[in-house]
């Protein structure tokens, strides 16, 4: 009985130090369904991405659109510790990668930048996860934007380099921009499972370009 109960206690022991520890590193995916509150390119809305998704391990993210059938992608890569985005942008075999500065907030949450942030005690559930209510106010600007942010998943600082650095969690439903287009974001489904460190590398099929011509093939994409 001894032994039996002695290869109970190694058999549960093996199994625990192969399971992944969320609390301690954190790995998922956020679904988020898009609207499209302005459409001022020449592509028909229909025909416009309908999903965004994130996808998160340990201290790096990476959120990603895609469209035109798969011919057509934008990715952000957030590393949480160096407080640093890198943009991928894919159309056809055309790869080109942007590698932003330390602090440097992407470039389709413009509309944020140098905003002030006041977290309300409201609260709703996104994706099955509680979420806190945010109003943001952008200098200049009389309109005020409704973020929602949760902090059920312990990601540290998650948004150090973006417009949002002040707040402590992840966005759940938010604005953003991106050429003549903009957009609502709202999550939708939230999967805790294992992610592979590799979908965080740039691989060298990749050209290093300036955030400009990210920024201008993209106008160009969606006139």
């Not at 109960?5 to 998922?28: E, H, K, R, W, Y």
């Not at 159309?91 to 413009?110: A, I, T």
């Not at 921009?177 to 999550?187: D, G, P, Q, R």
């Amino acid at each position: 009985m001894q032994k039996i109960l002695a290869f109970i206690a190694i058999f549960v022991m093996l199994v625990s130090c192969n399971t992944i520890n969320f609390s301690d590193q954190p790995q998922g995916v956020i679904e988020y369904e898009v609207i499209y509150l302005t459409n001022k390119s020449g592509m028909p809305t229909n025909l416009l991405p309908r999903k965004v998704v994130l996808k998160f391990r340990s201290n790096k993210s990476i959120t990603t659109i895609e469209g035109f059938m798969g011919l057509f992608s934008l990715s952000n890569i957030t590393d949480f510790r160096k407080h640093t985005n890198s943009i991928l942008l894919k159309v056809m075999d055309n790869r080109l990668v942007y590698e932003g500065k330390k602090n440097e907030p992407p470039f389709f949450l413009s509309k944020y930048f140098d905003c002030s942030i006041a977290i309300t005690n409201e609260k709703k559930v996104l994706a099955g996860l509680p979420c806190y209510k945010a109003i943001i106010s952008v200098p200049n600007n009389k309109e005020k934007k409704i973020v929602y942010f949760t902090q059920a998943i312990p990601l540290k600082n998650a948004n150090k380099a973006s417009p949002f650095a002040s707040l402590e969690g992840i966005l759940m439903e938010f604005d953003l921009s991106l050429t003549n287009i903009e957009m609502h974001l709202k999550a939708t489904k939230y999967i805790q499972t294992e992610v592979d460190a590799a979908i965080f590398k740039v691989d060298d099929s990749y050209k290093e370009v300036s955030q400009r011509k990210i920024i201008s093939i993209l106008n160009k994409l969606l006139e």
